[in-house]
């Protein structure tokens, strides 16, 4: 397999540290992790990746962030199909509806979501879940 990319946007620097404990854990599994944010990335790049992350944290009304990373999710759910993705983010407010929506998004685009969900984790890591991302990773690298 080759590196194993986590996408992502953060605007608070949580979503980001995410990414990176995520990273860590791909790496600690064994895999090569390349954590980049989607504004370093173009979608089509993730089109022949079997595996791969991708990290928003809720917007708005629980949404995902409508001028970087919608456009991204939009164009990936065109080749989701048979694909295993993680998708991850924290959120401040709300009780994830954003996260809820992007899983079936993913689901009816044919992707199957790696451990069955994504991972939301409110405001920034604490070391609990910093925890909870590296094991995240690894599940990732082992999907």
Known sequence: MSK???AYWSQTGNTEAMANAIGEGIAAAGAEAQVVSVSDIAAAQLENEPVFALGCPA???EVLEEDEMEP????????AAGKKIAIFGSYGWGDGEWMRDWEERMT???ATLIGGEGLII?????????????EFG????TA
């Open 4 to 6: 194993i990319v986590v």
């Open 59 to 61: 917007m708005g009304a």
């Open 72 to 79: 991204f999710v939009a164009e990936v759910e065109k080749f």
């Open 108 to 110: 009816n685009a044919g």
């Open 122 to 134: 409110n405001e920034m890591p604490d070391a609990d879940g910093i925890t909870k991302c590296v």
């Open 138 to 141: 690894k599940s990732i690298a």
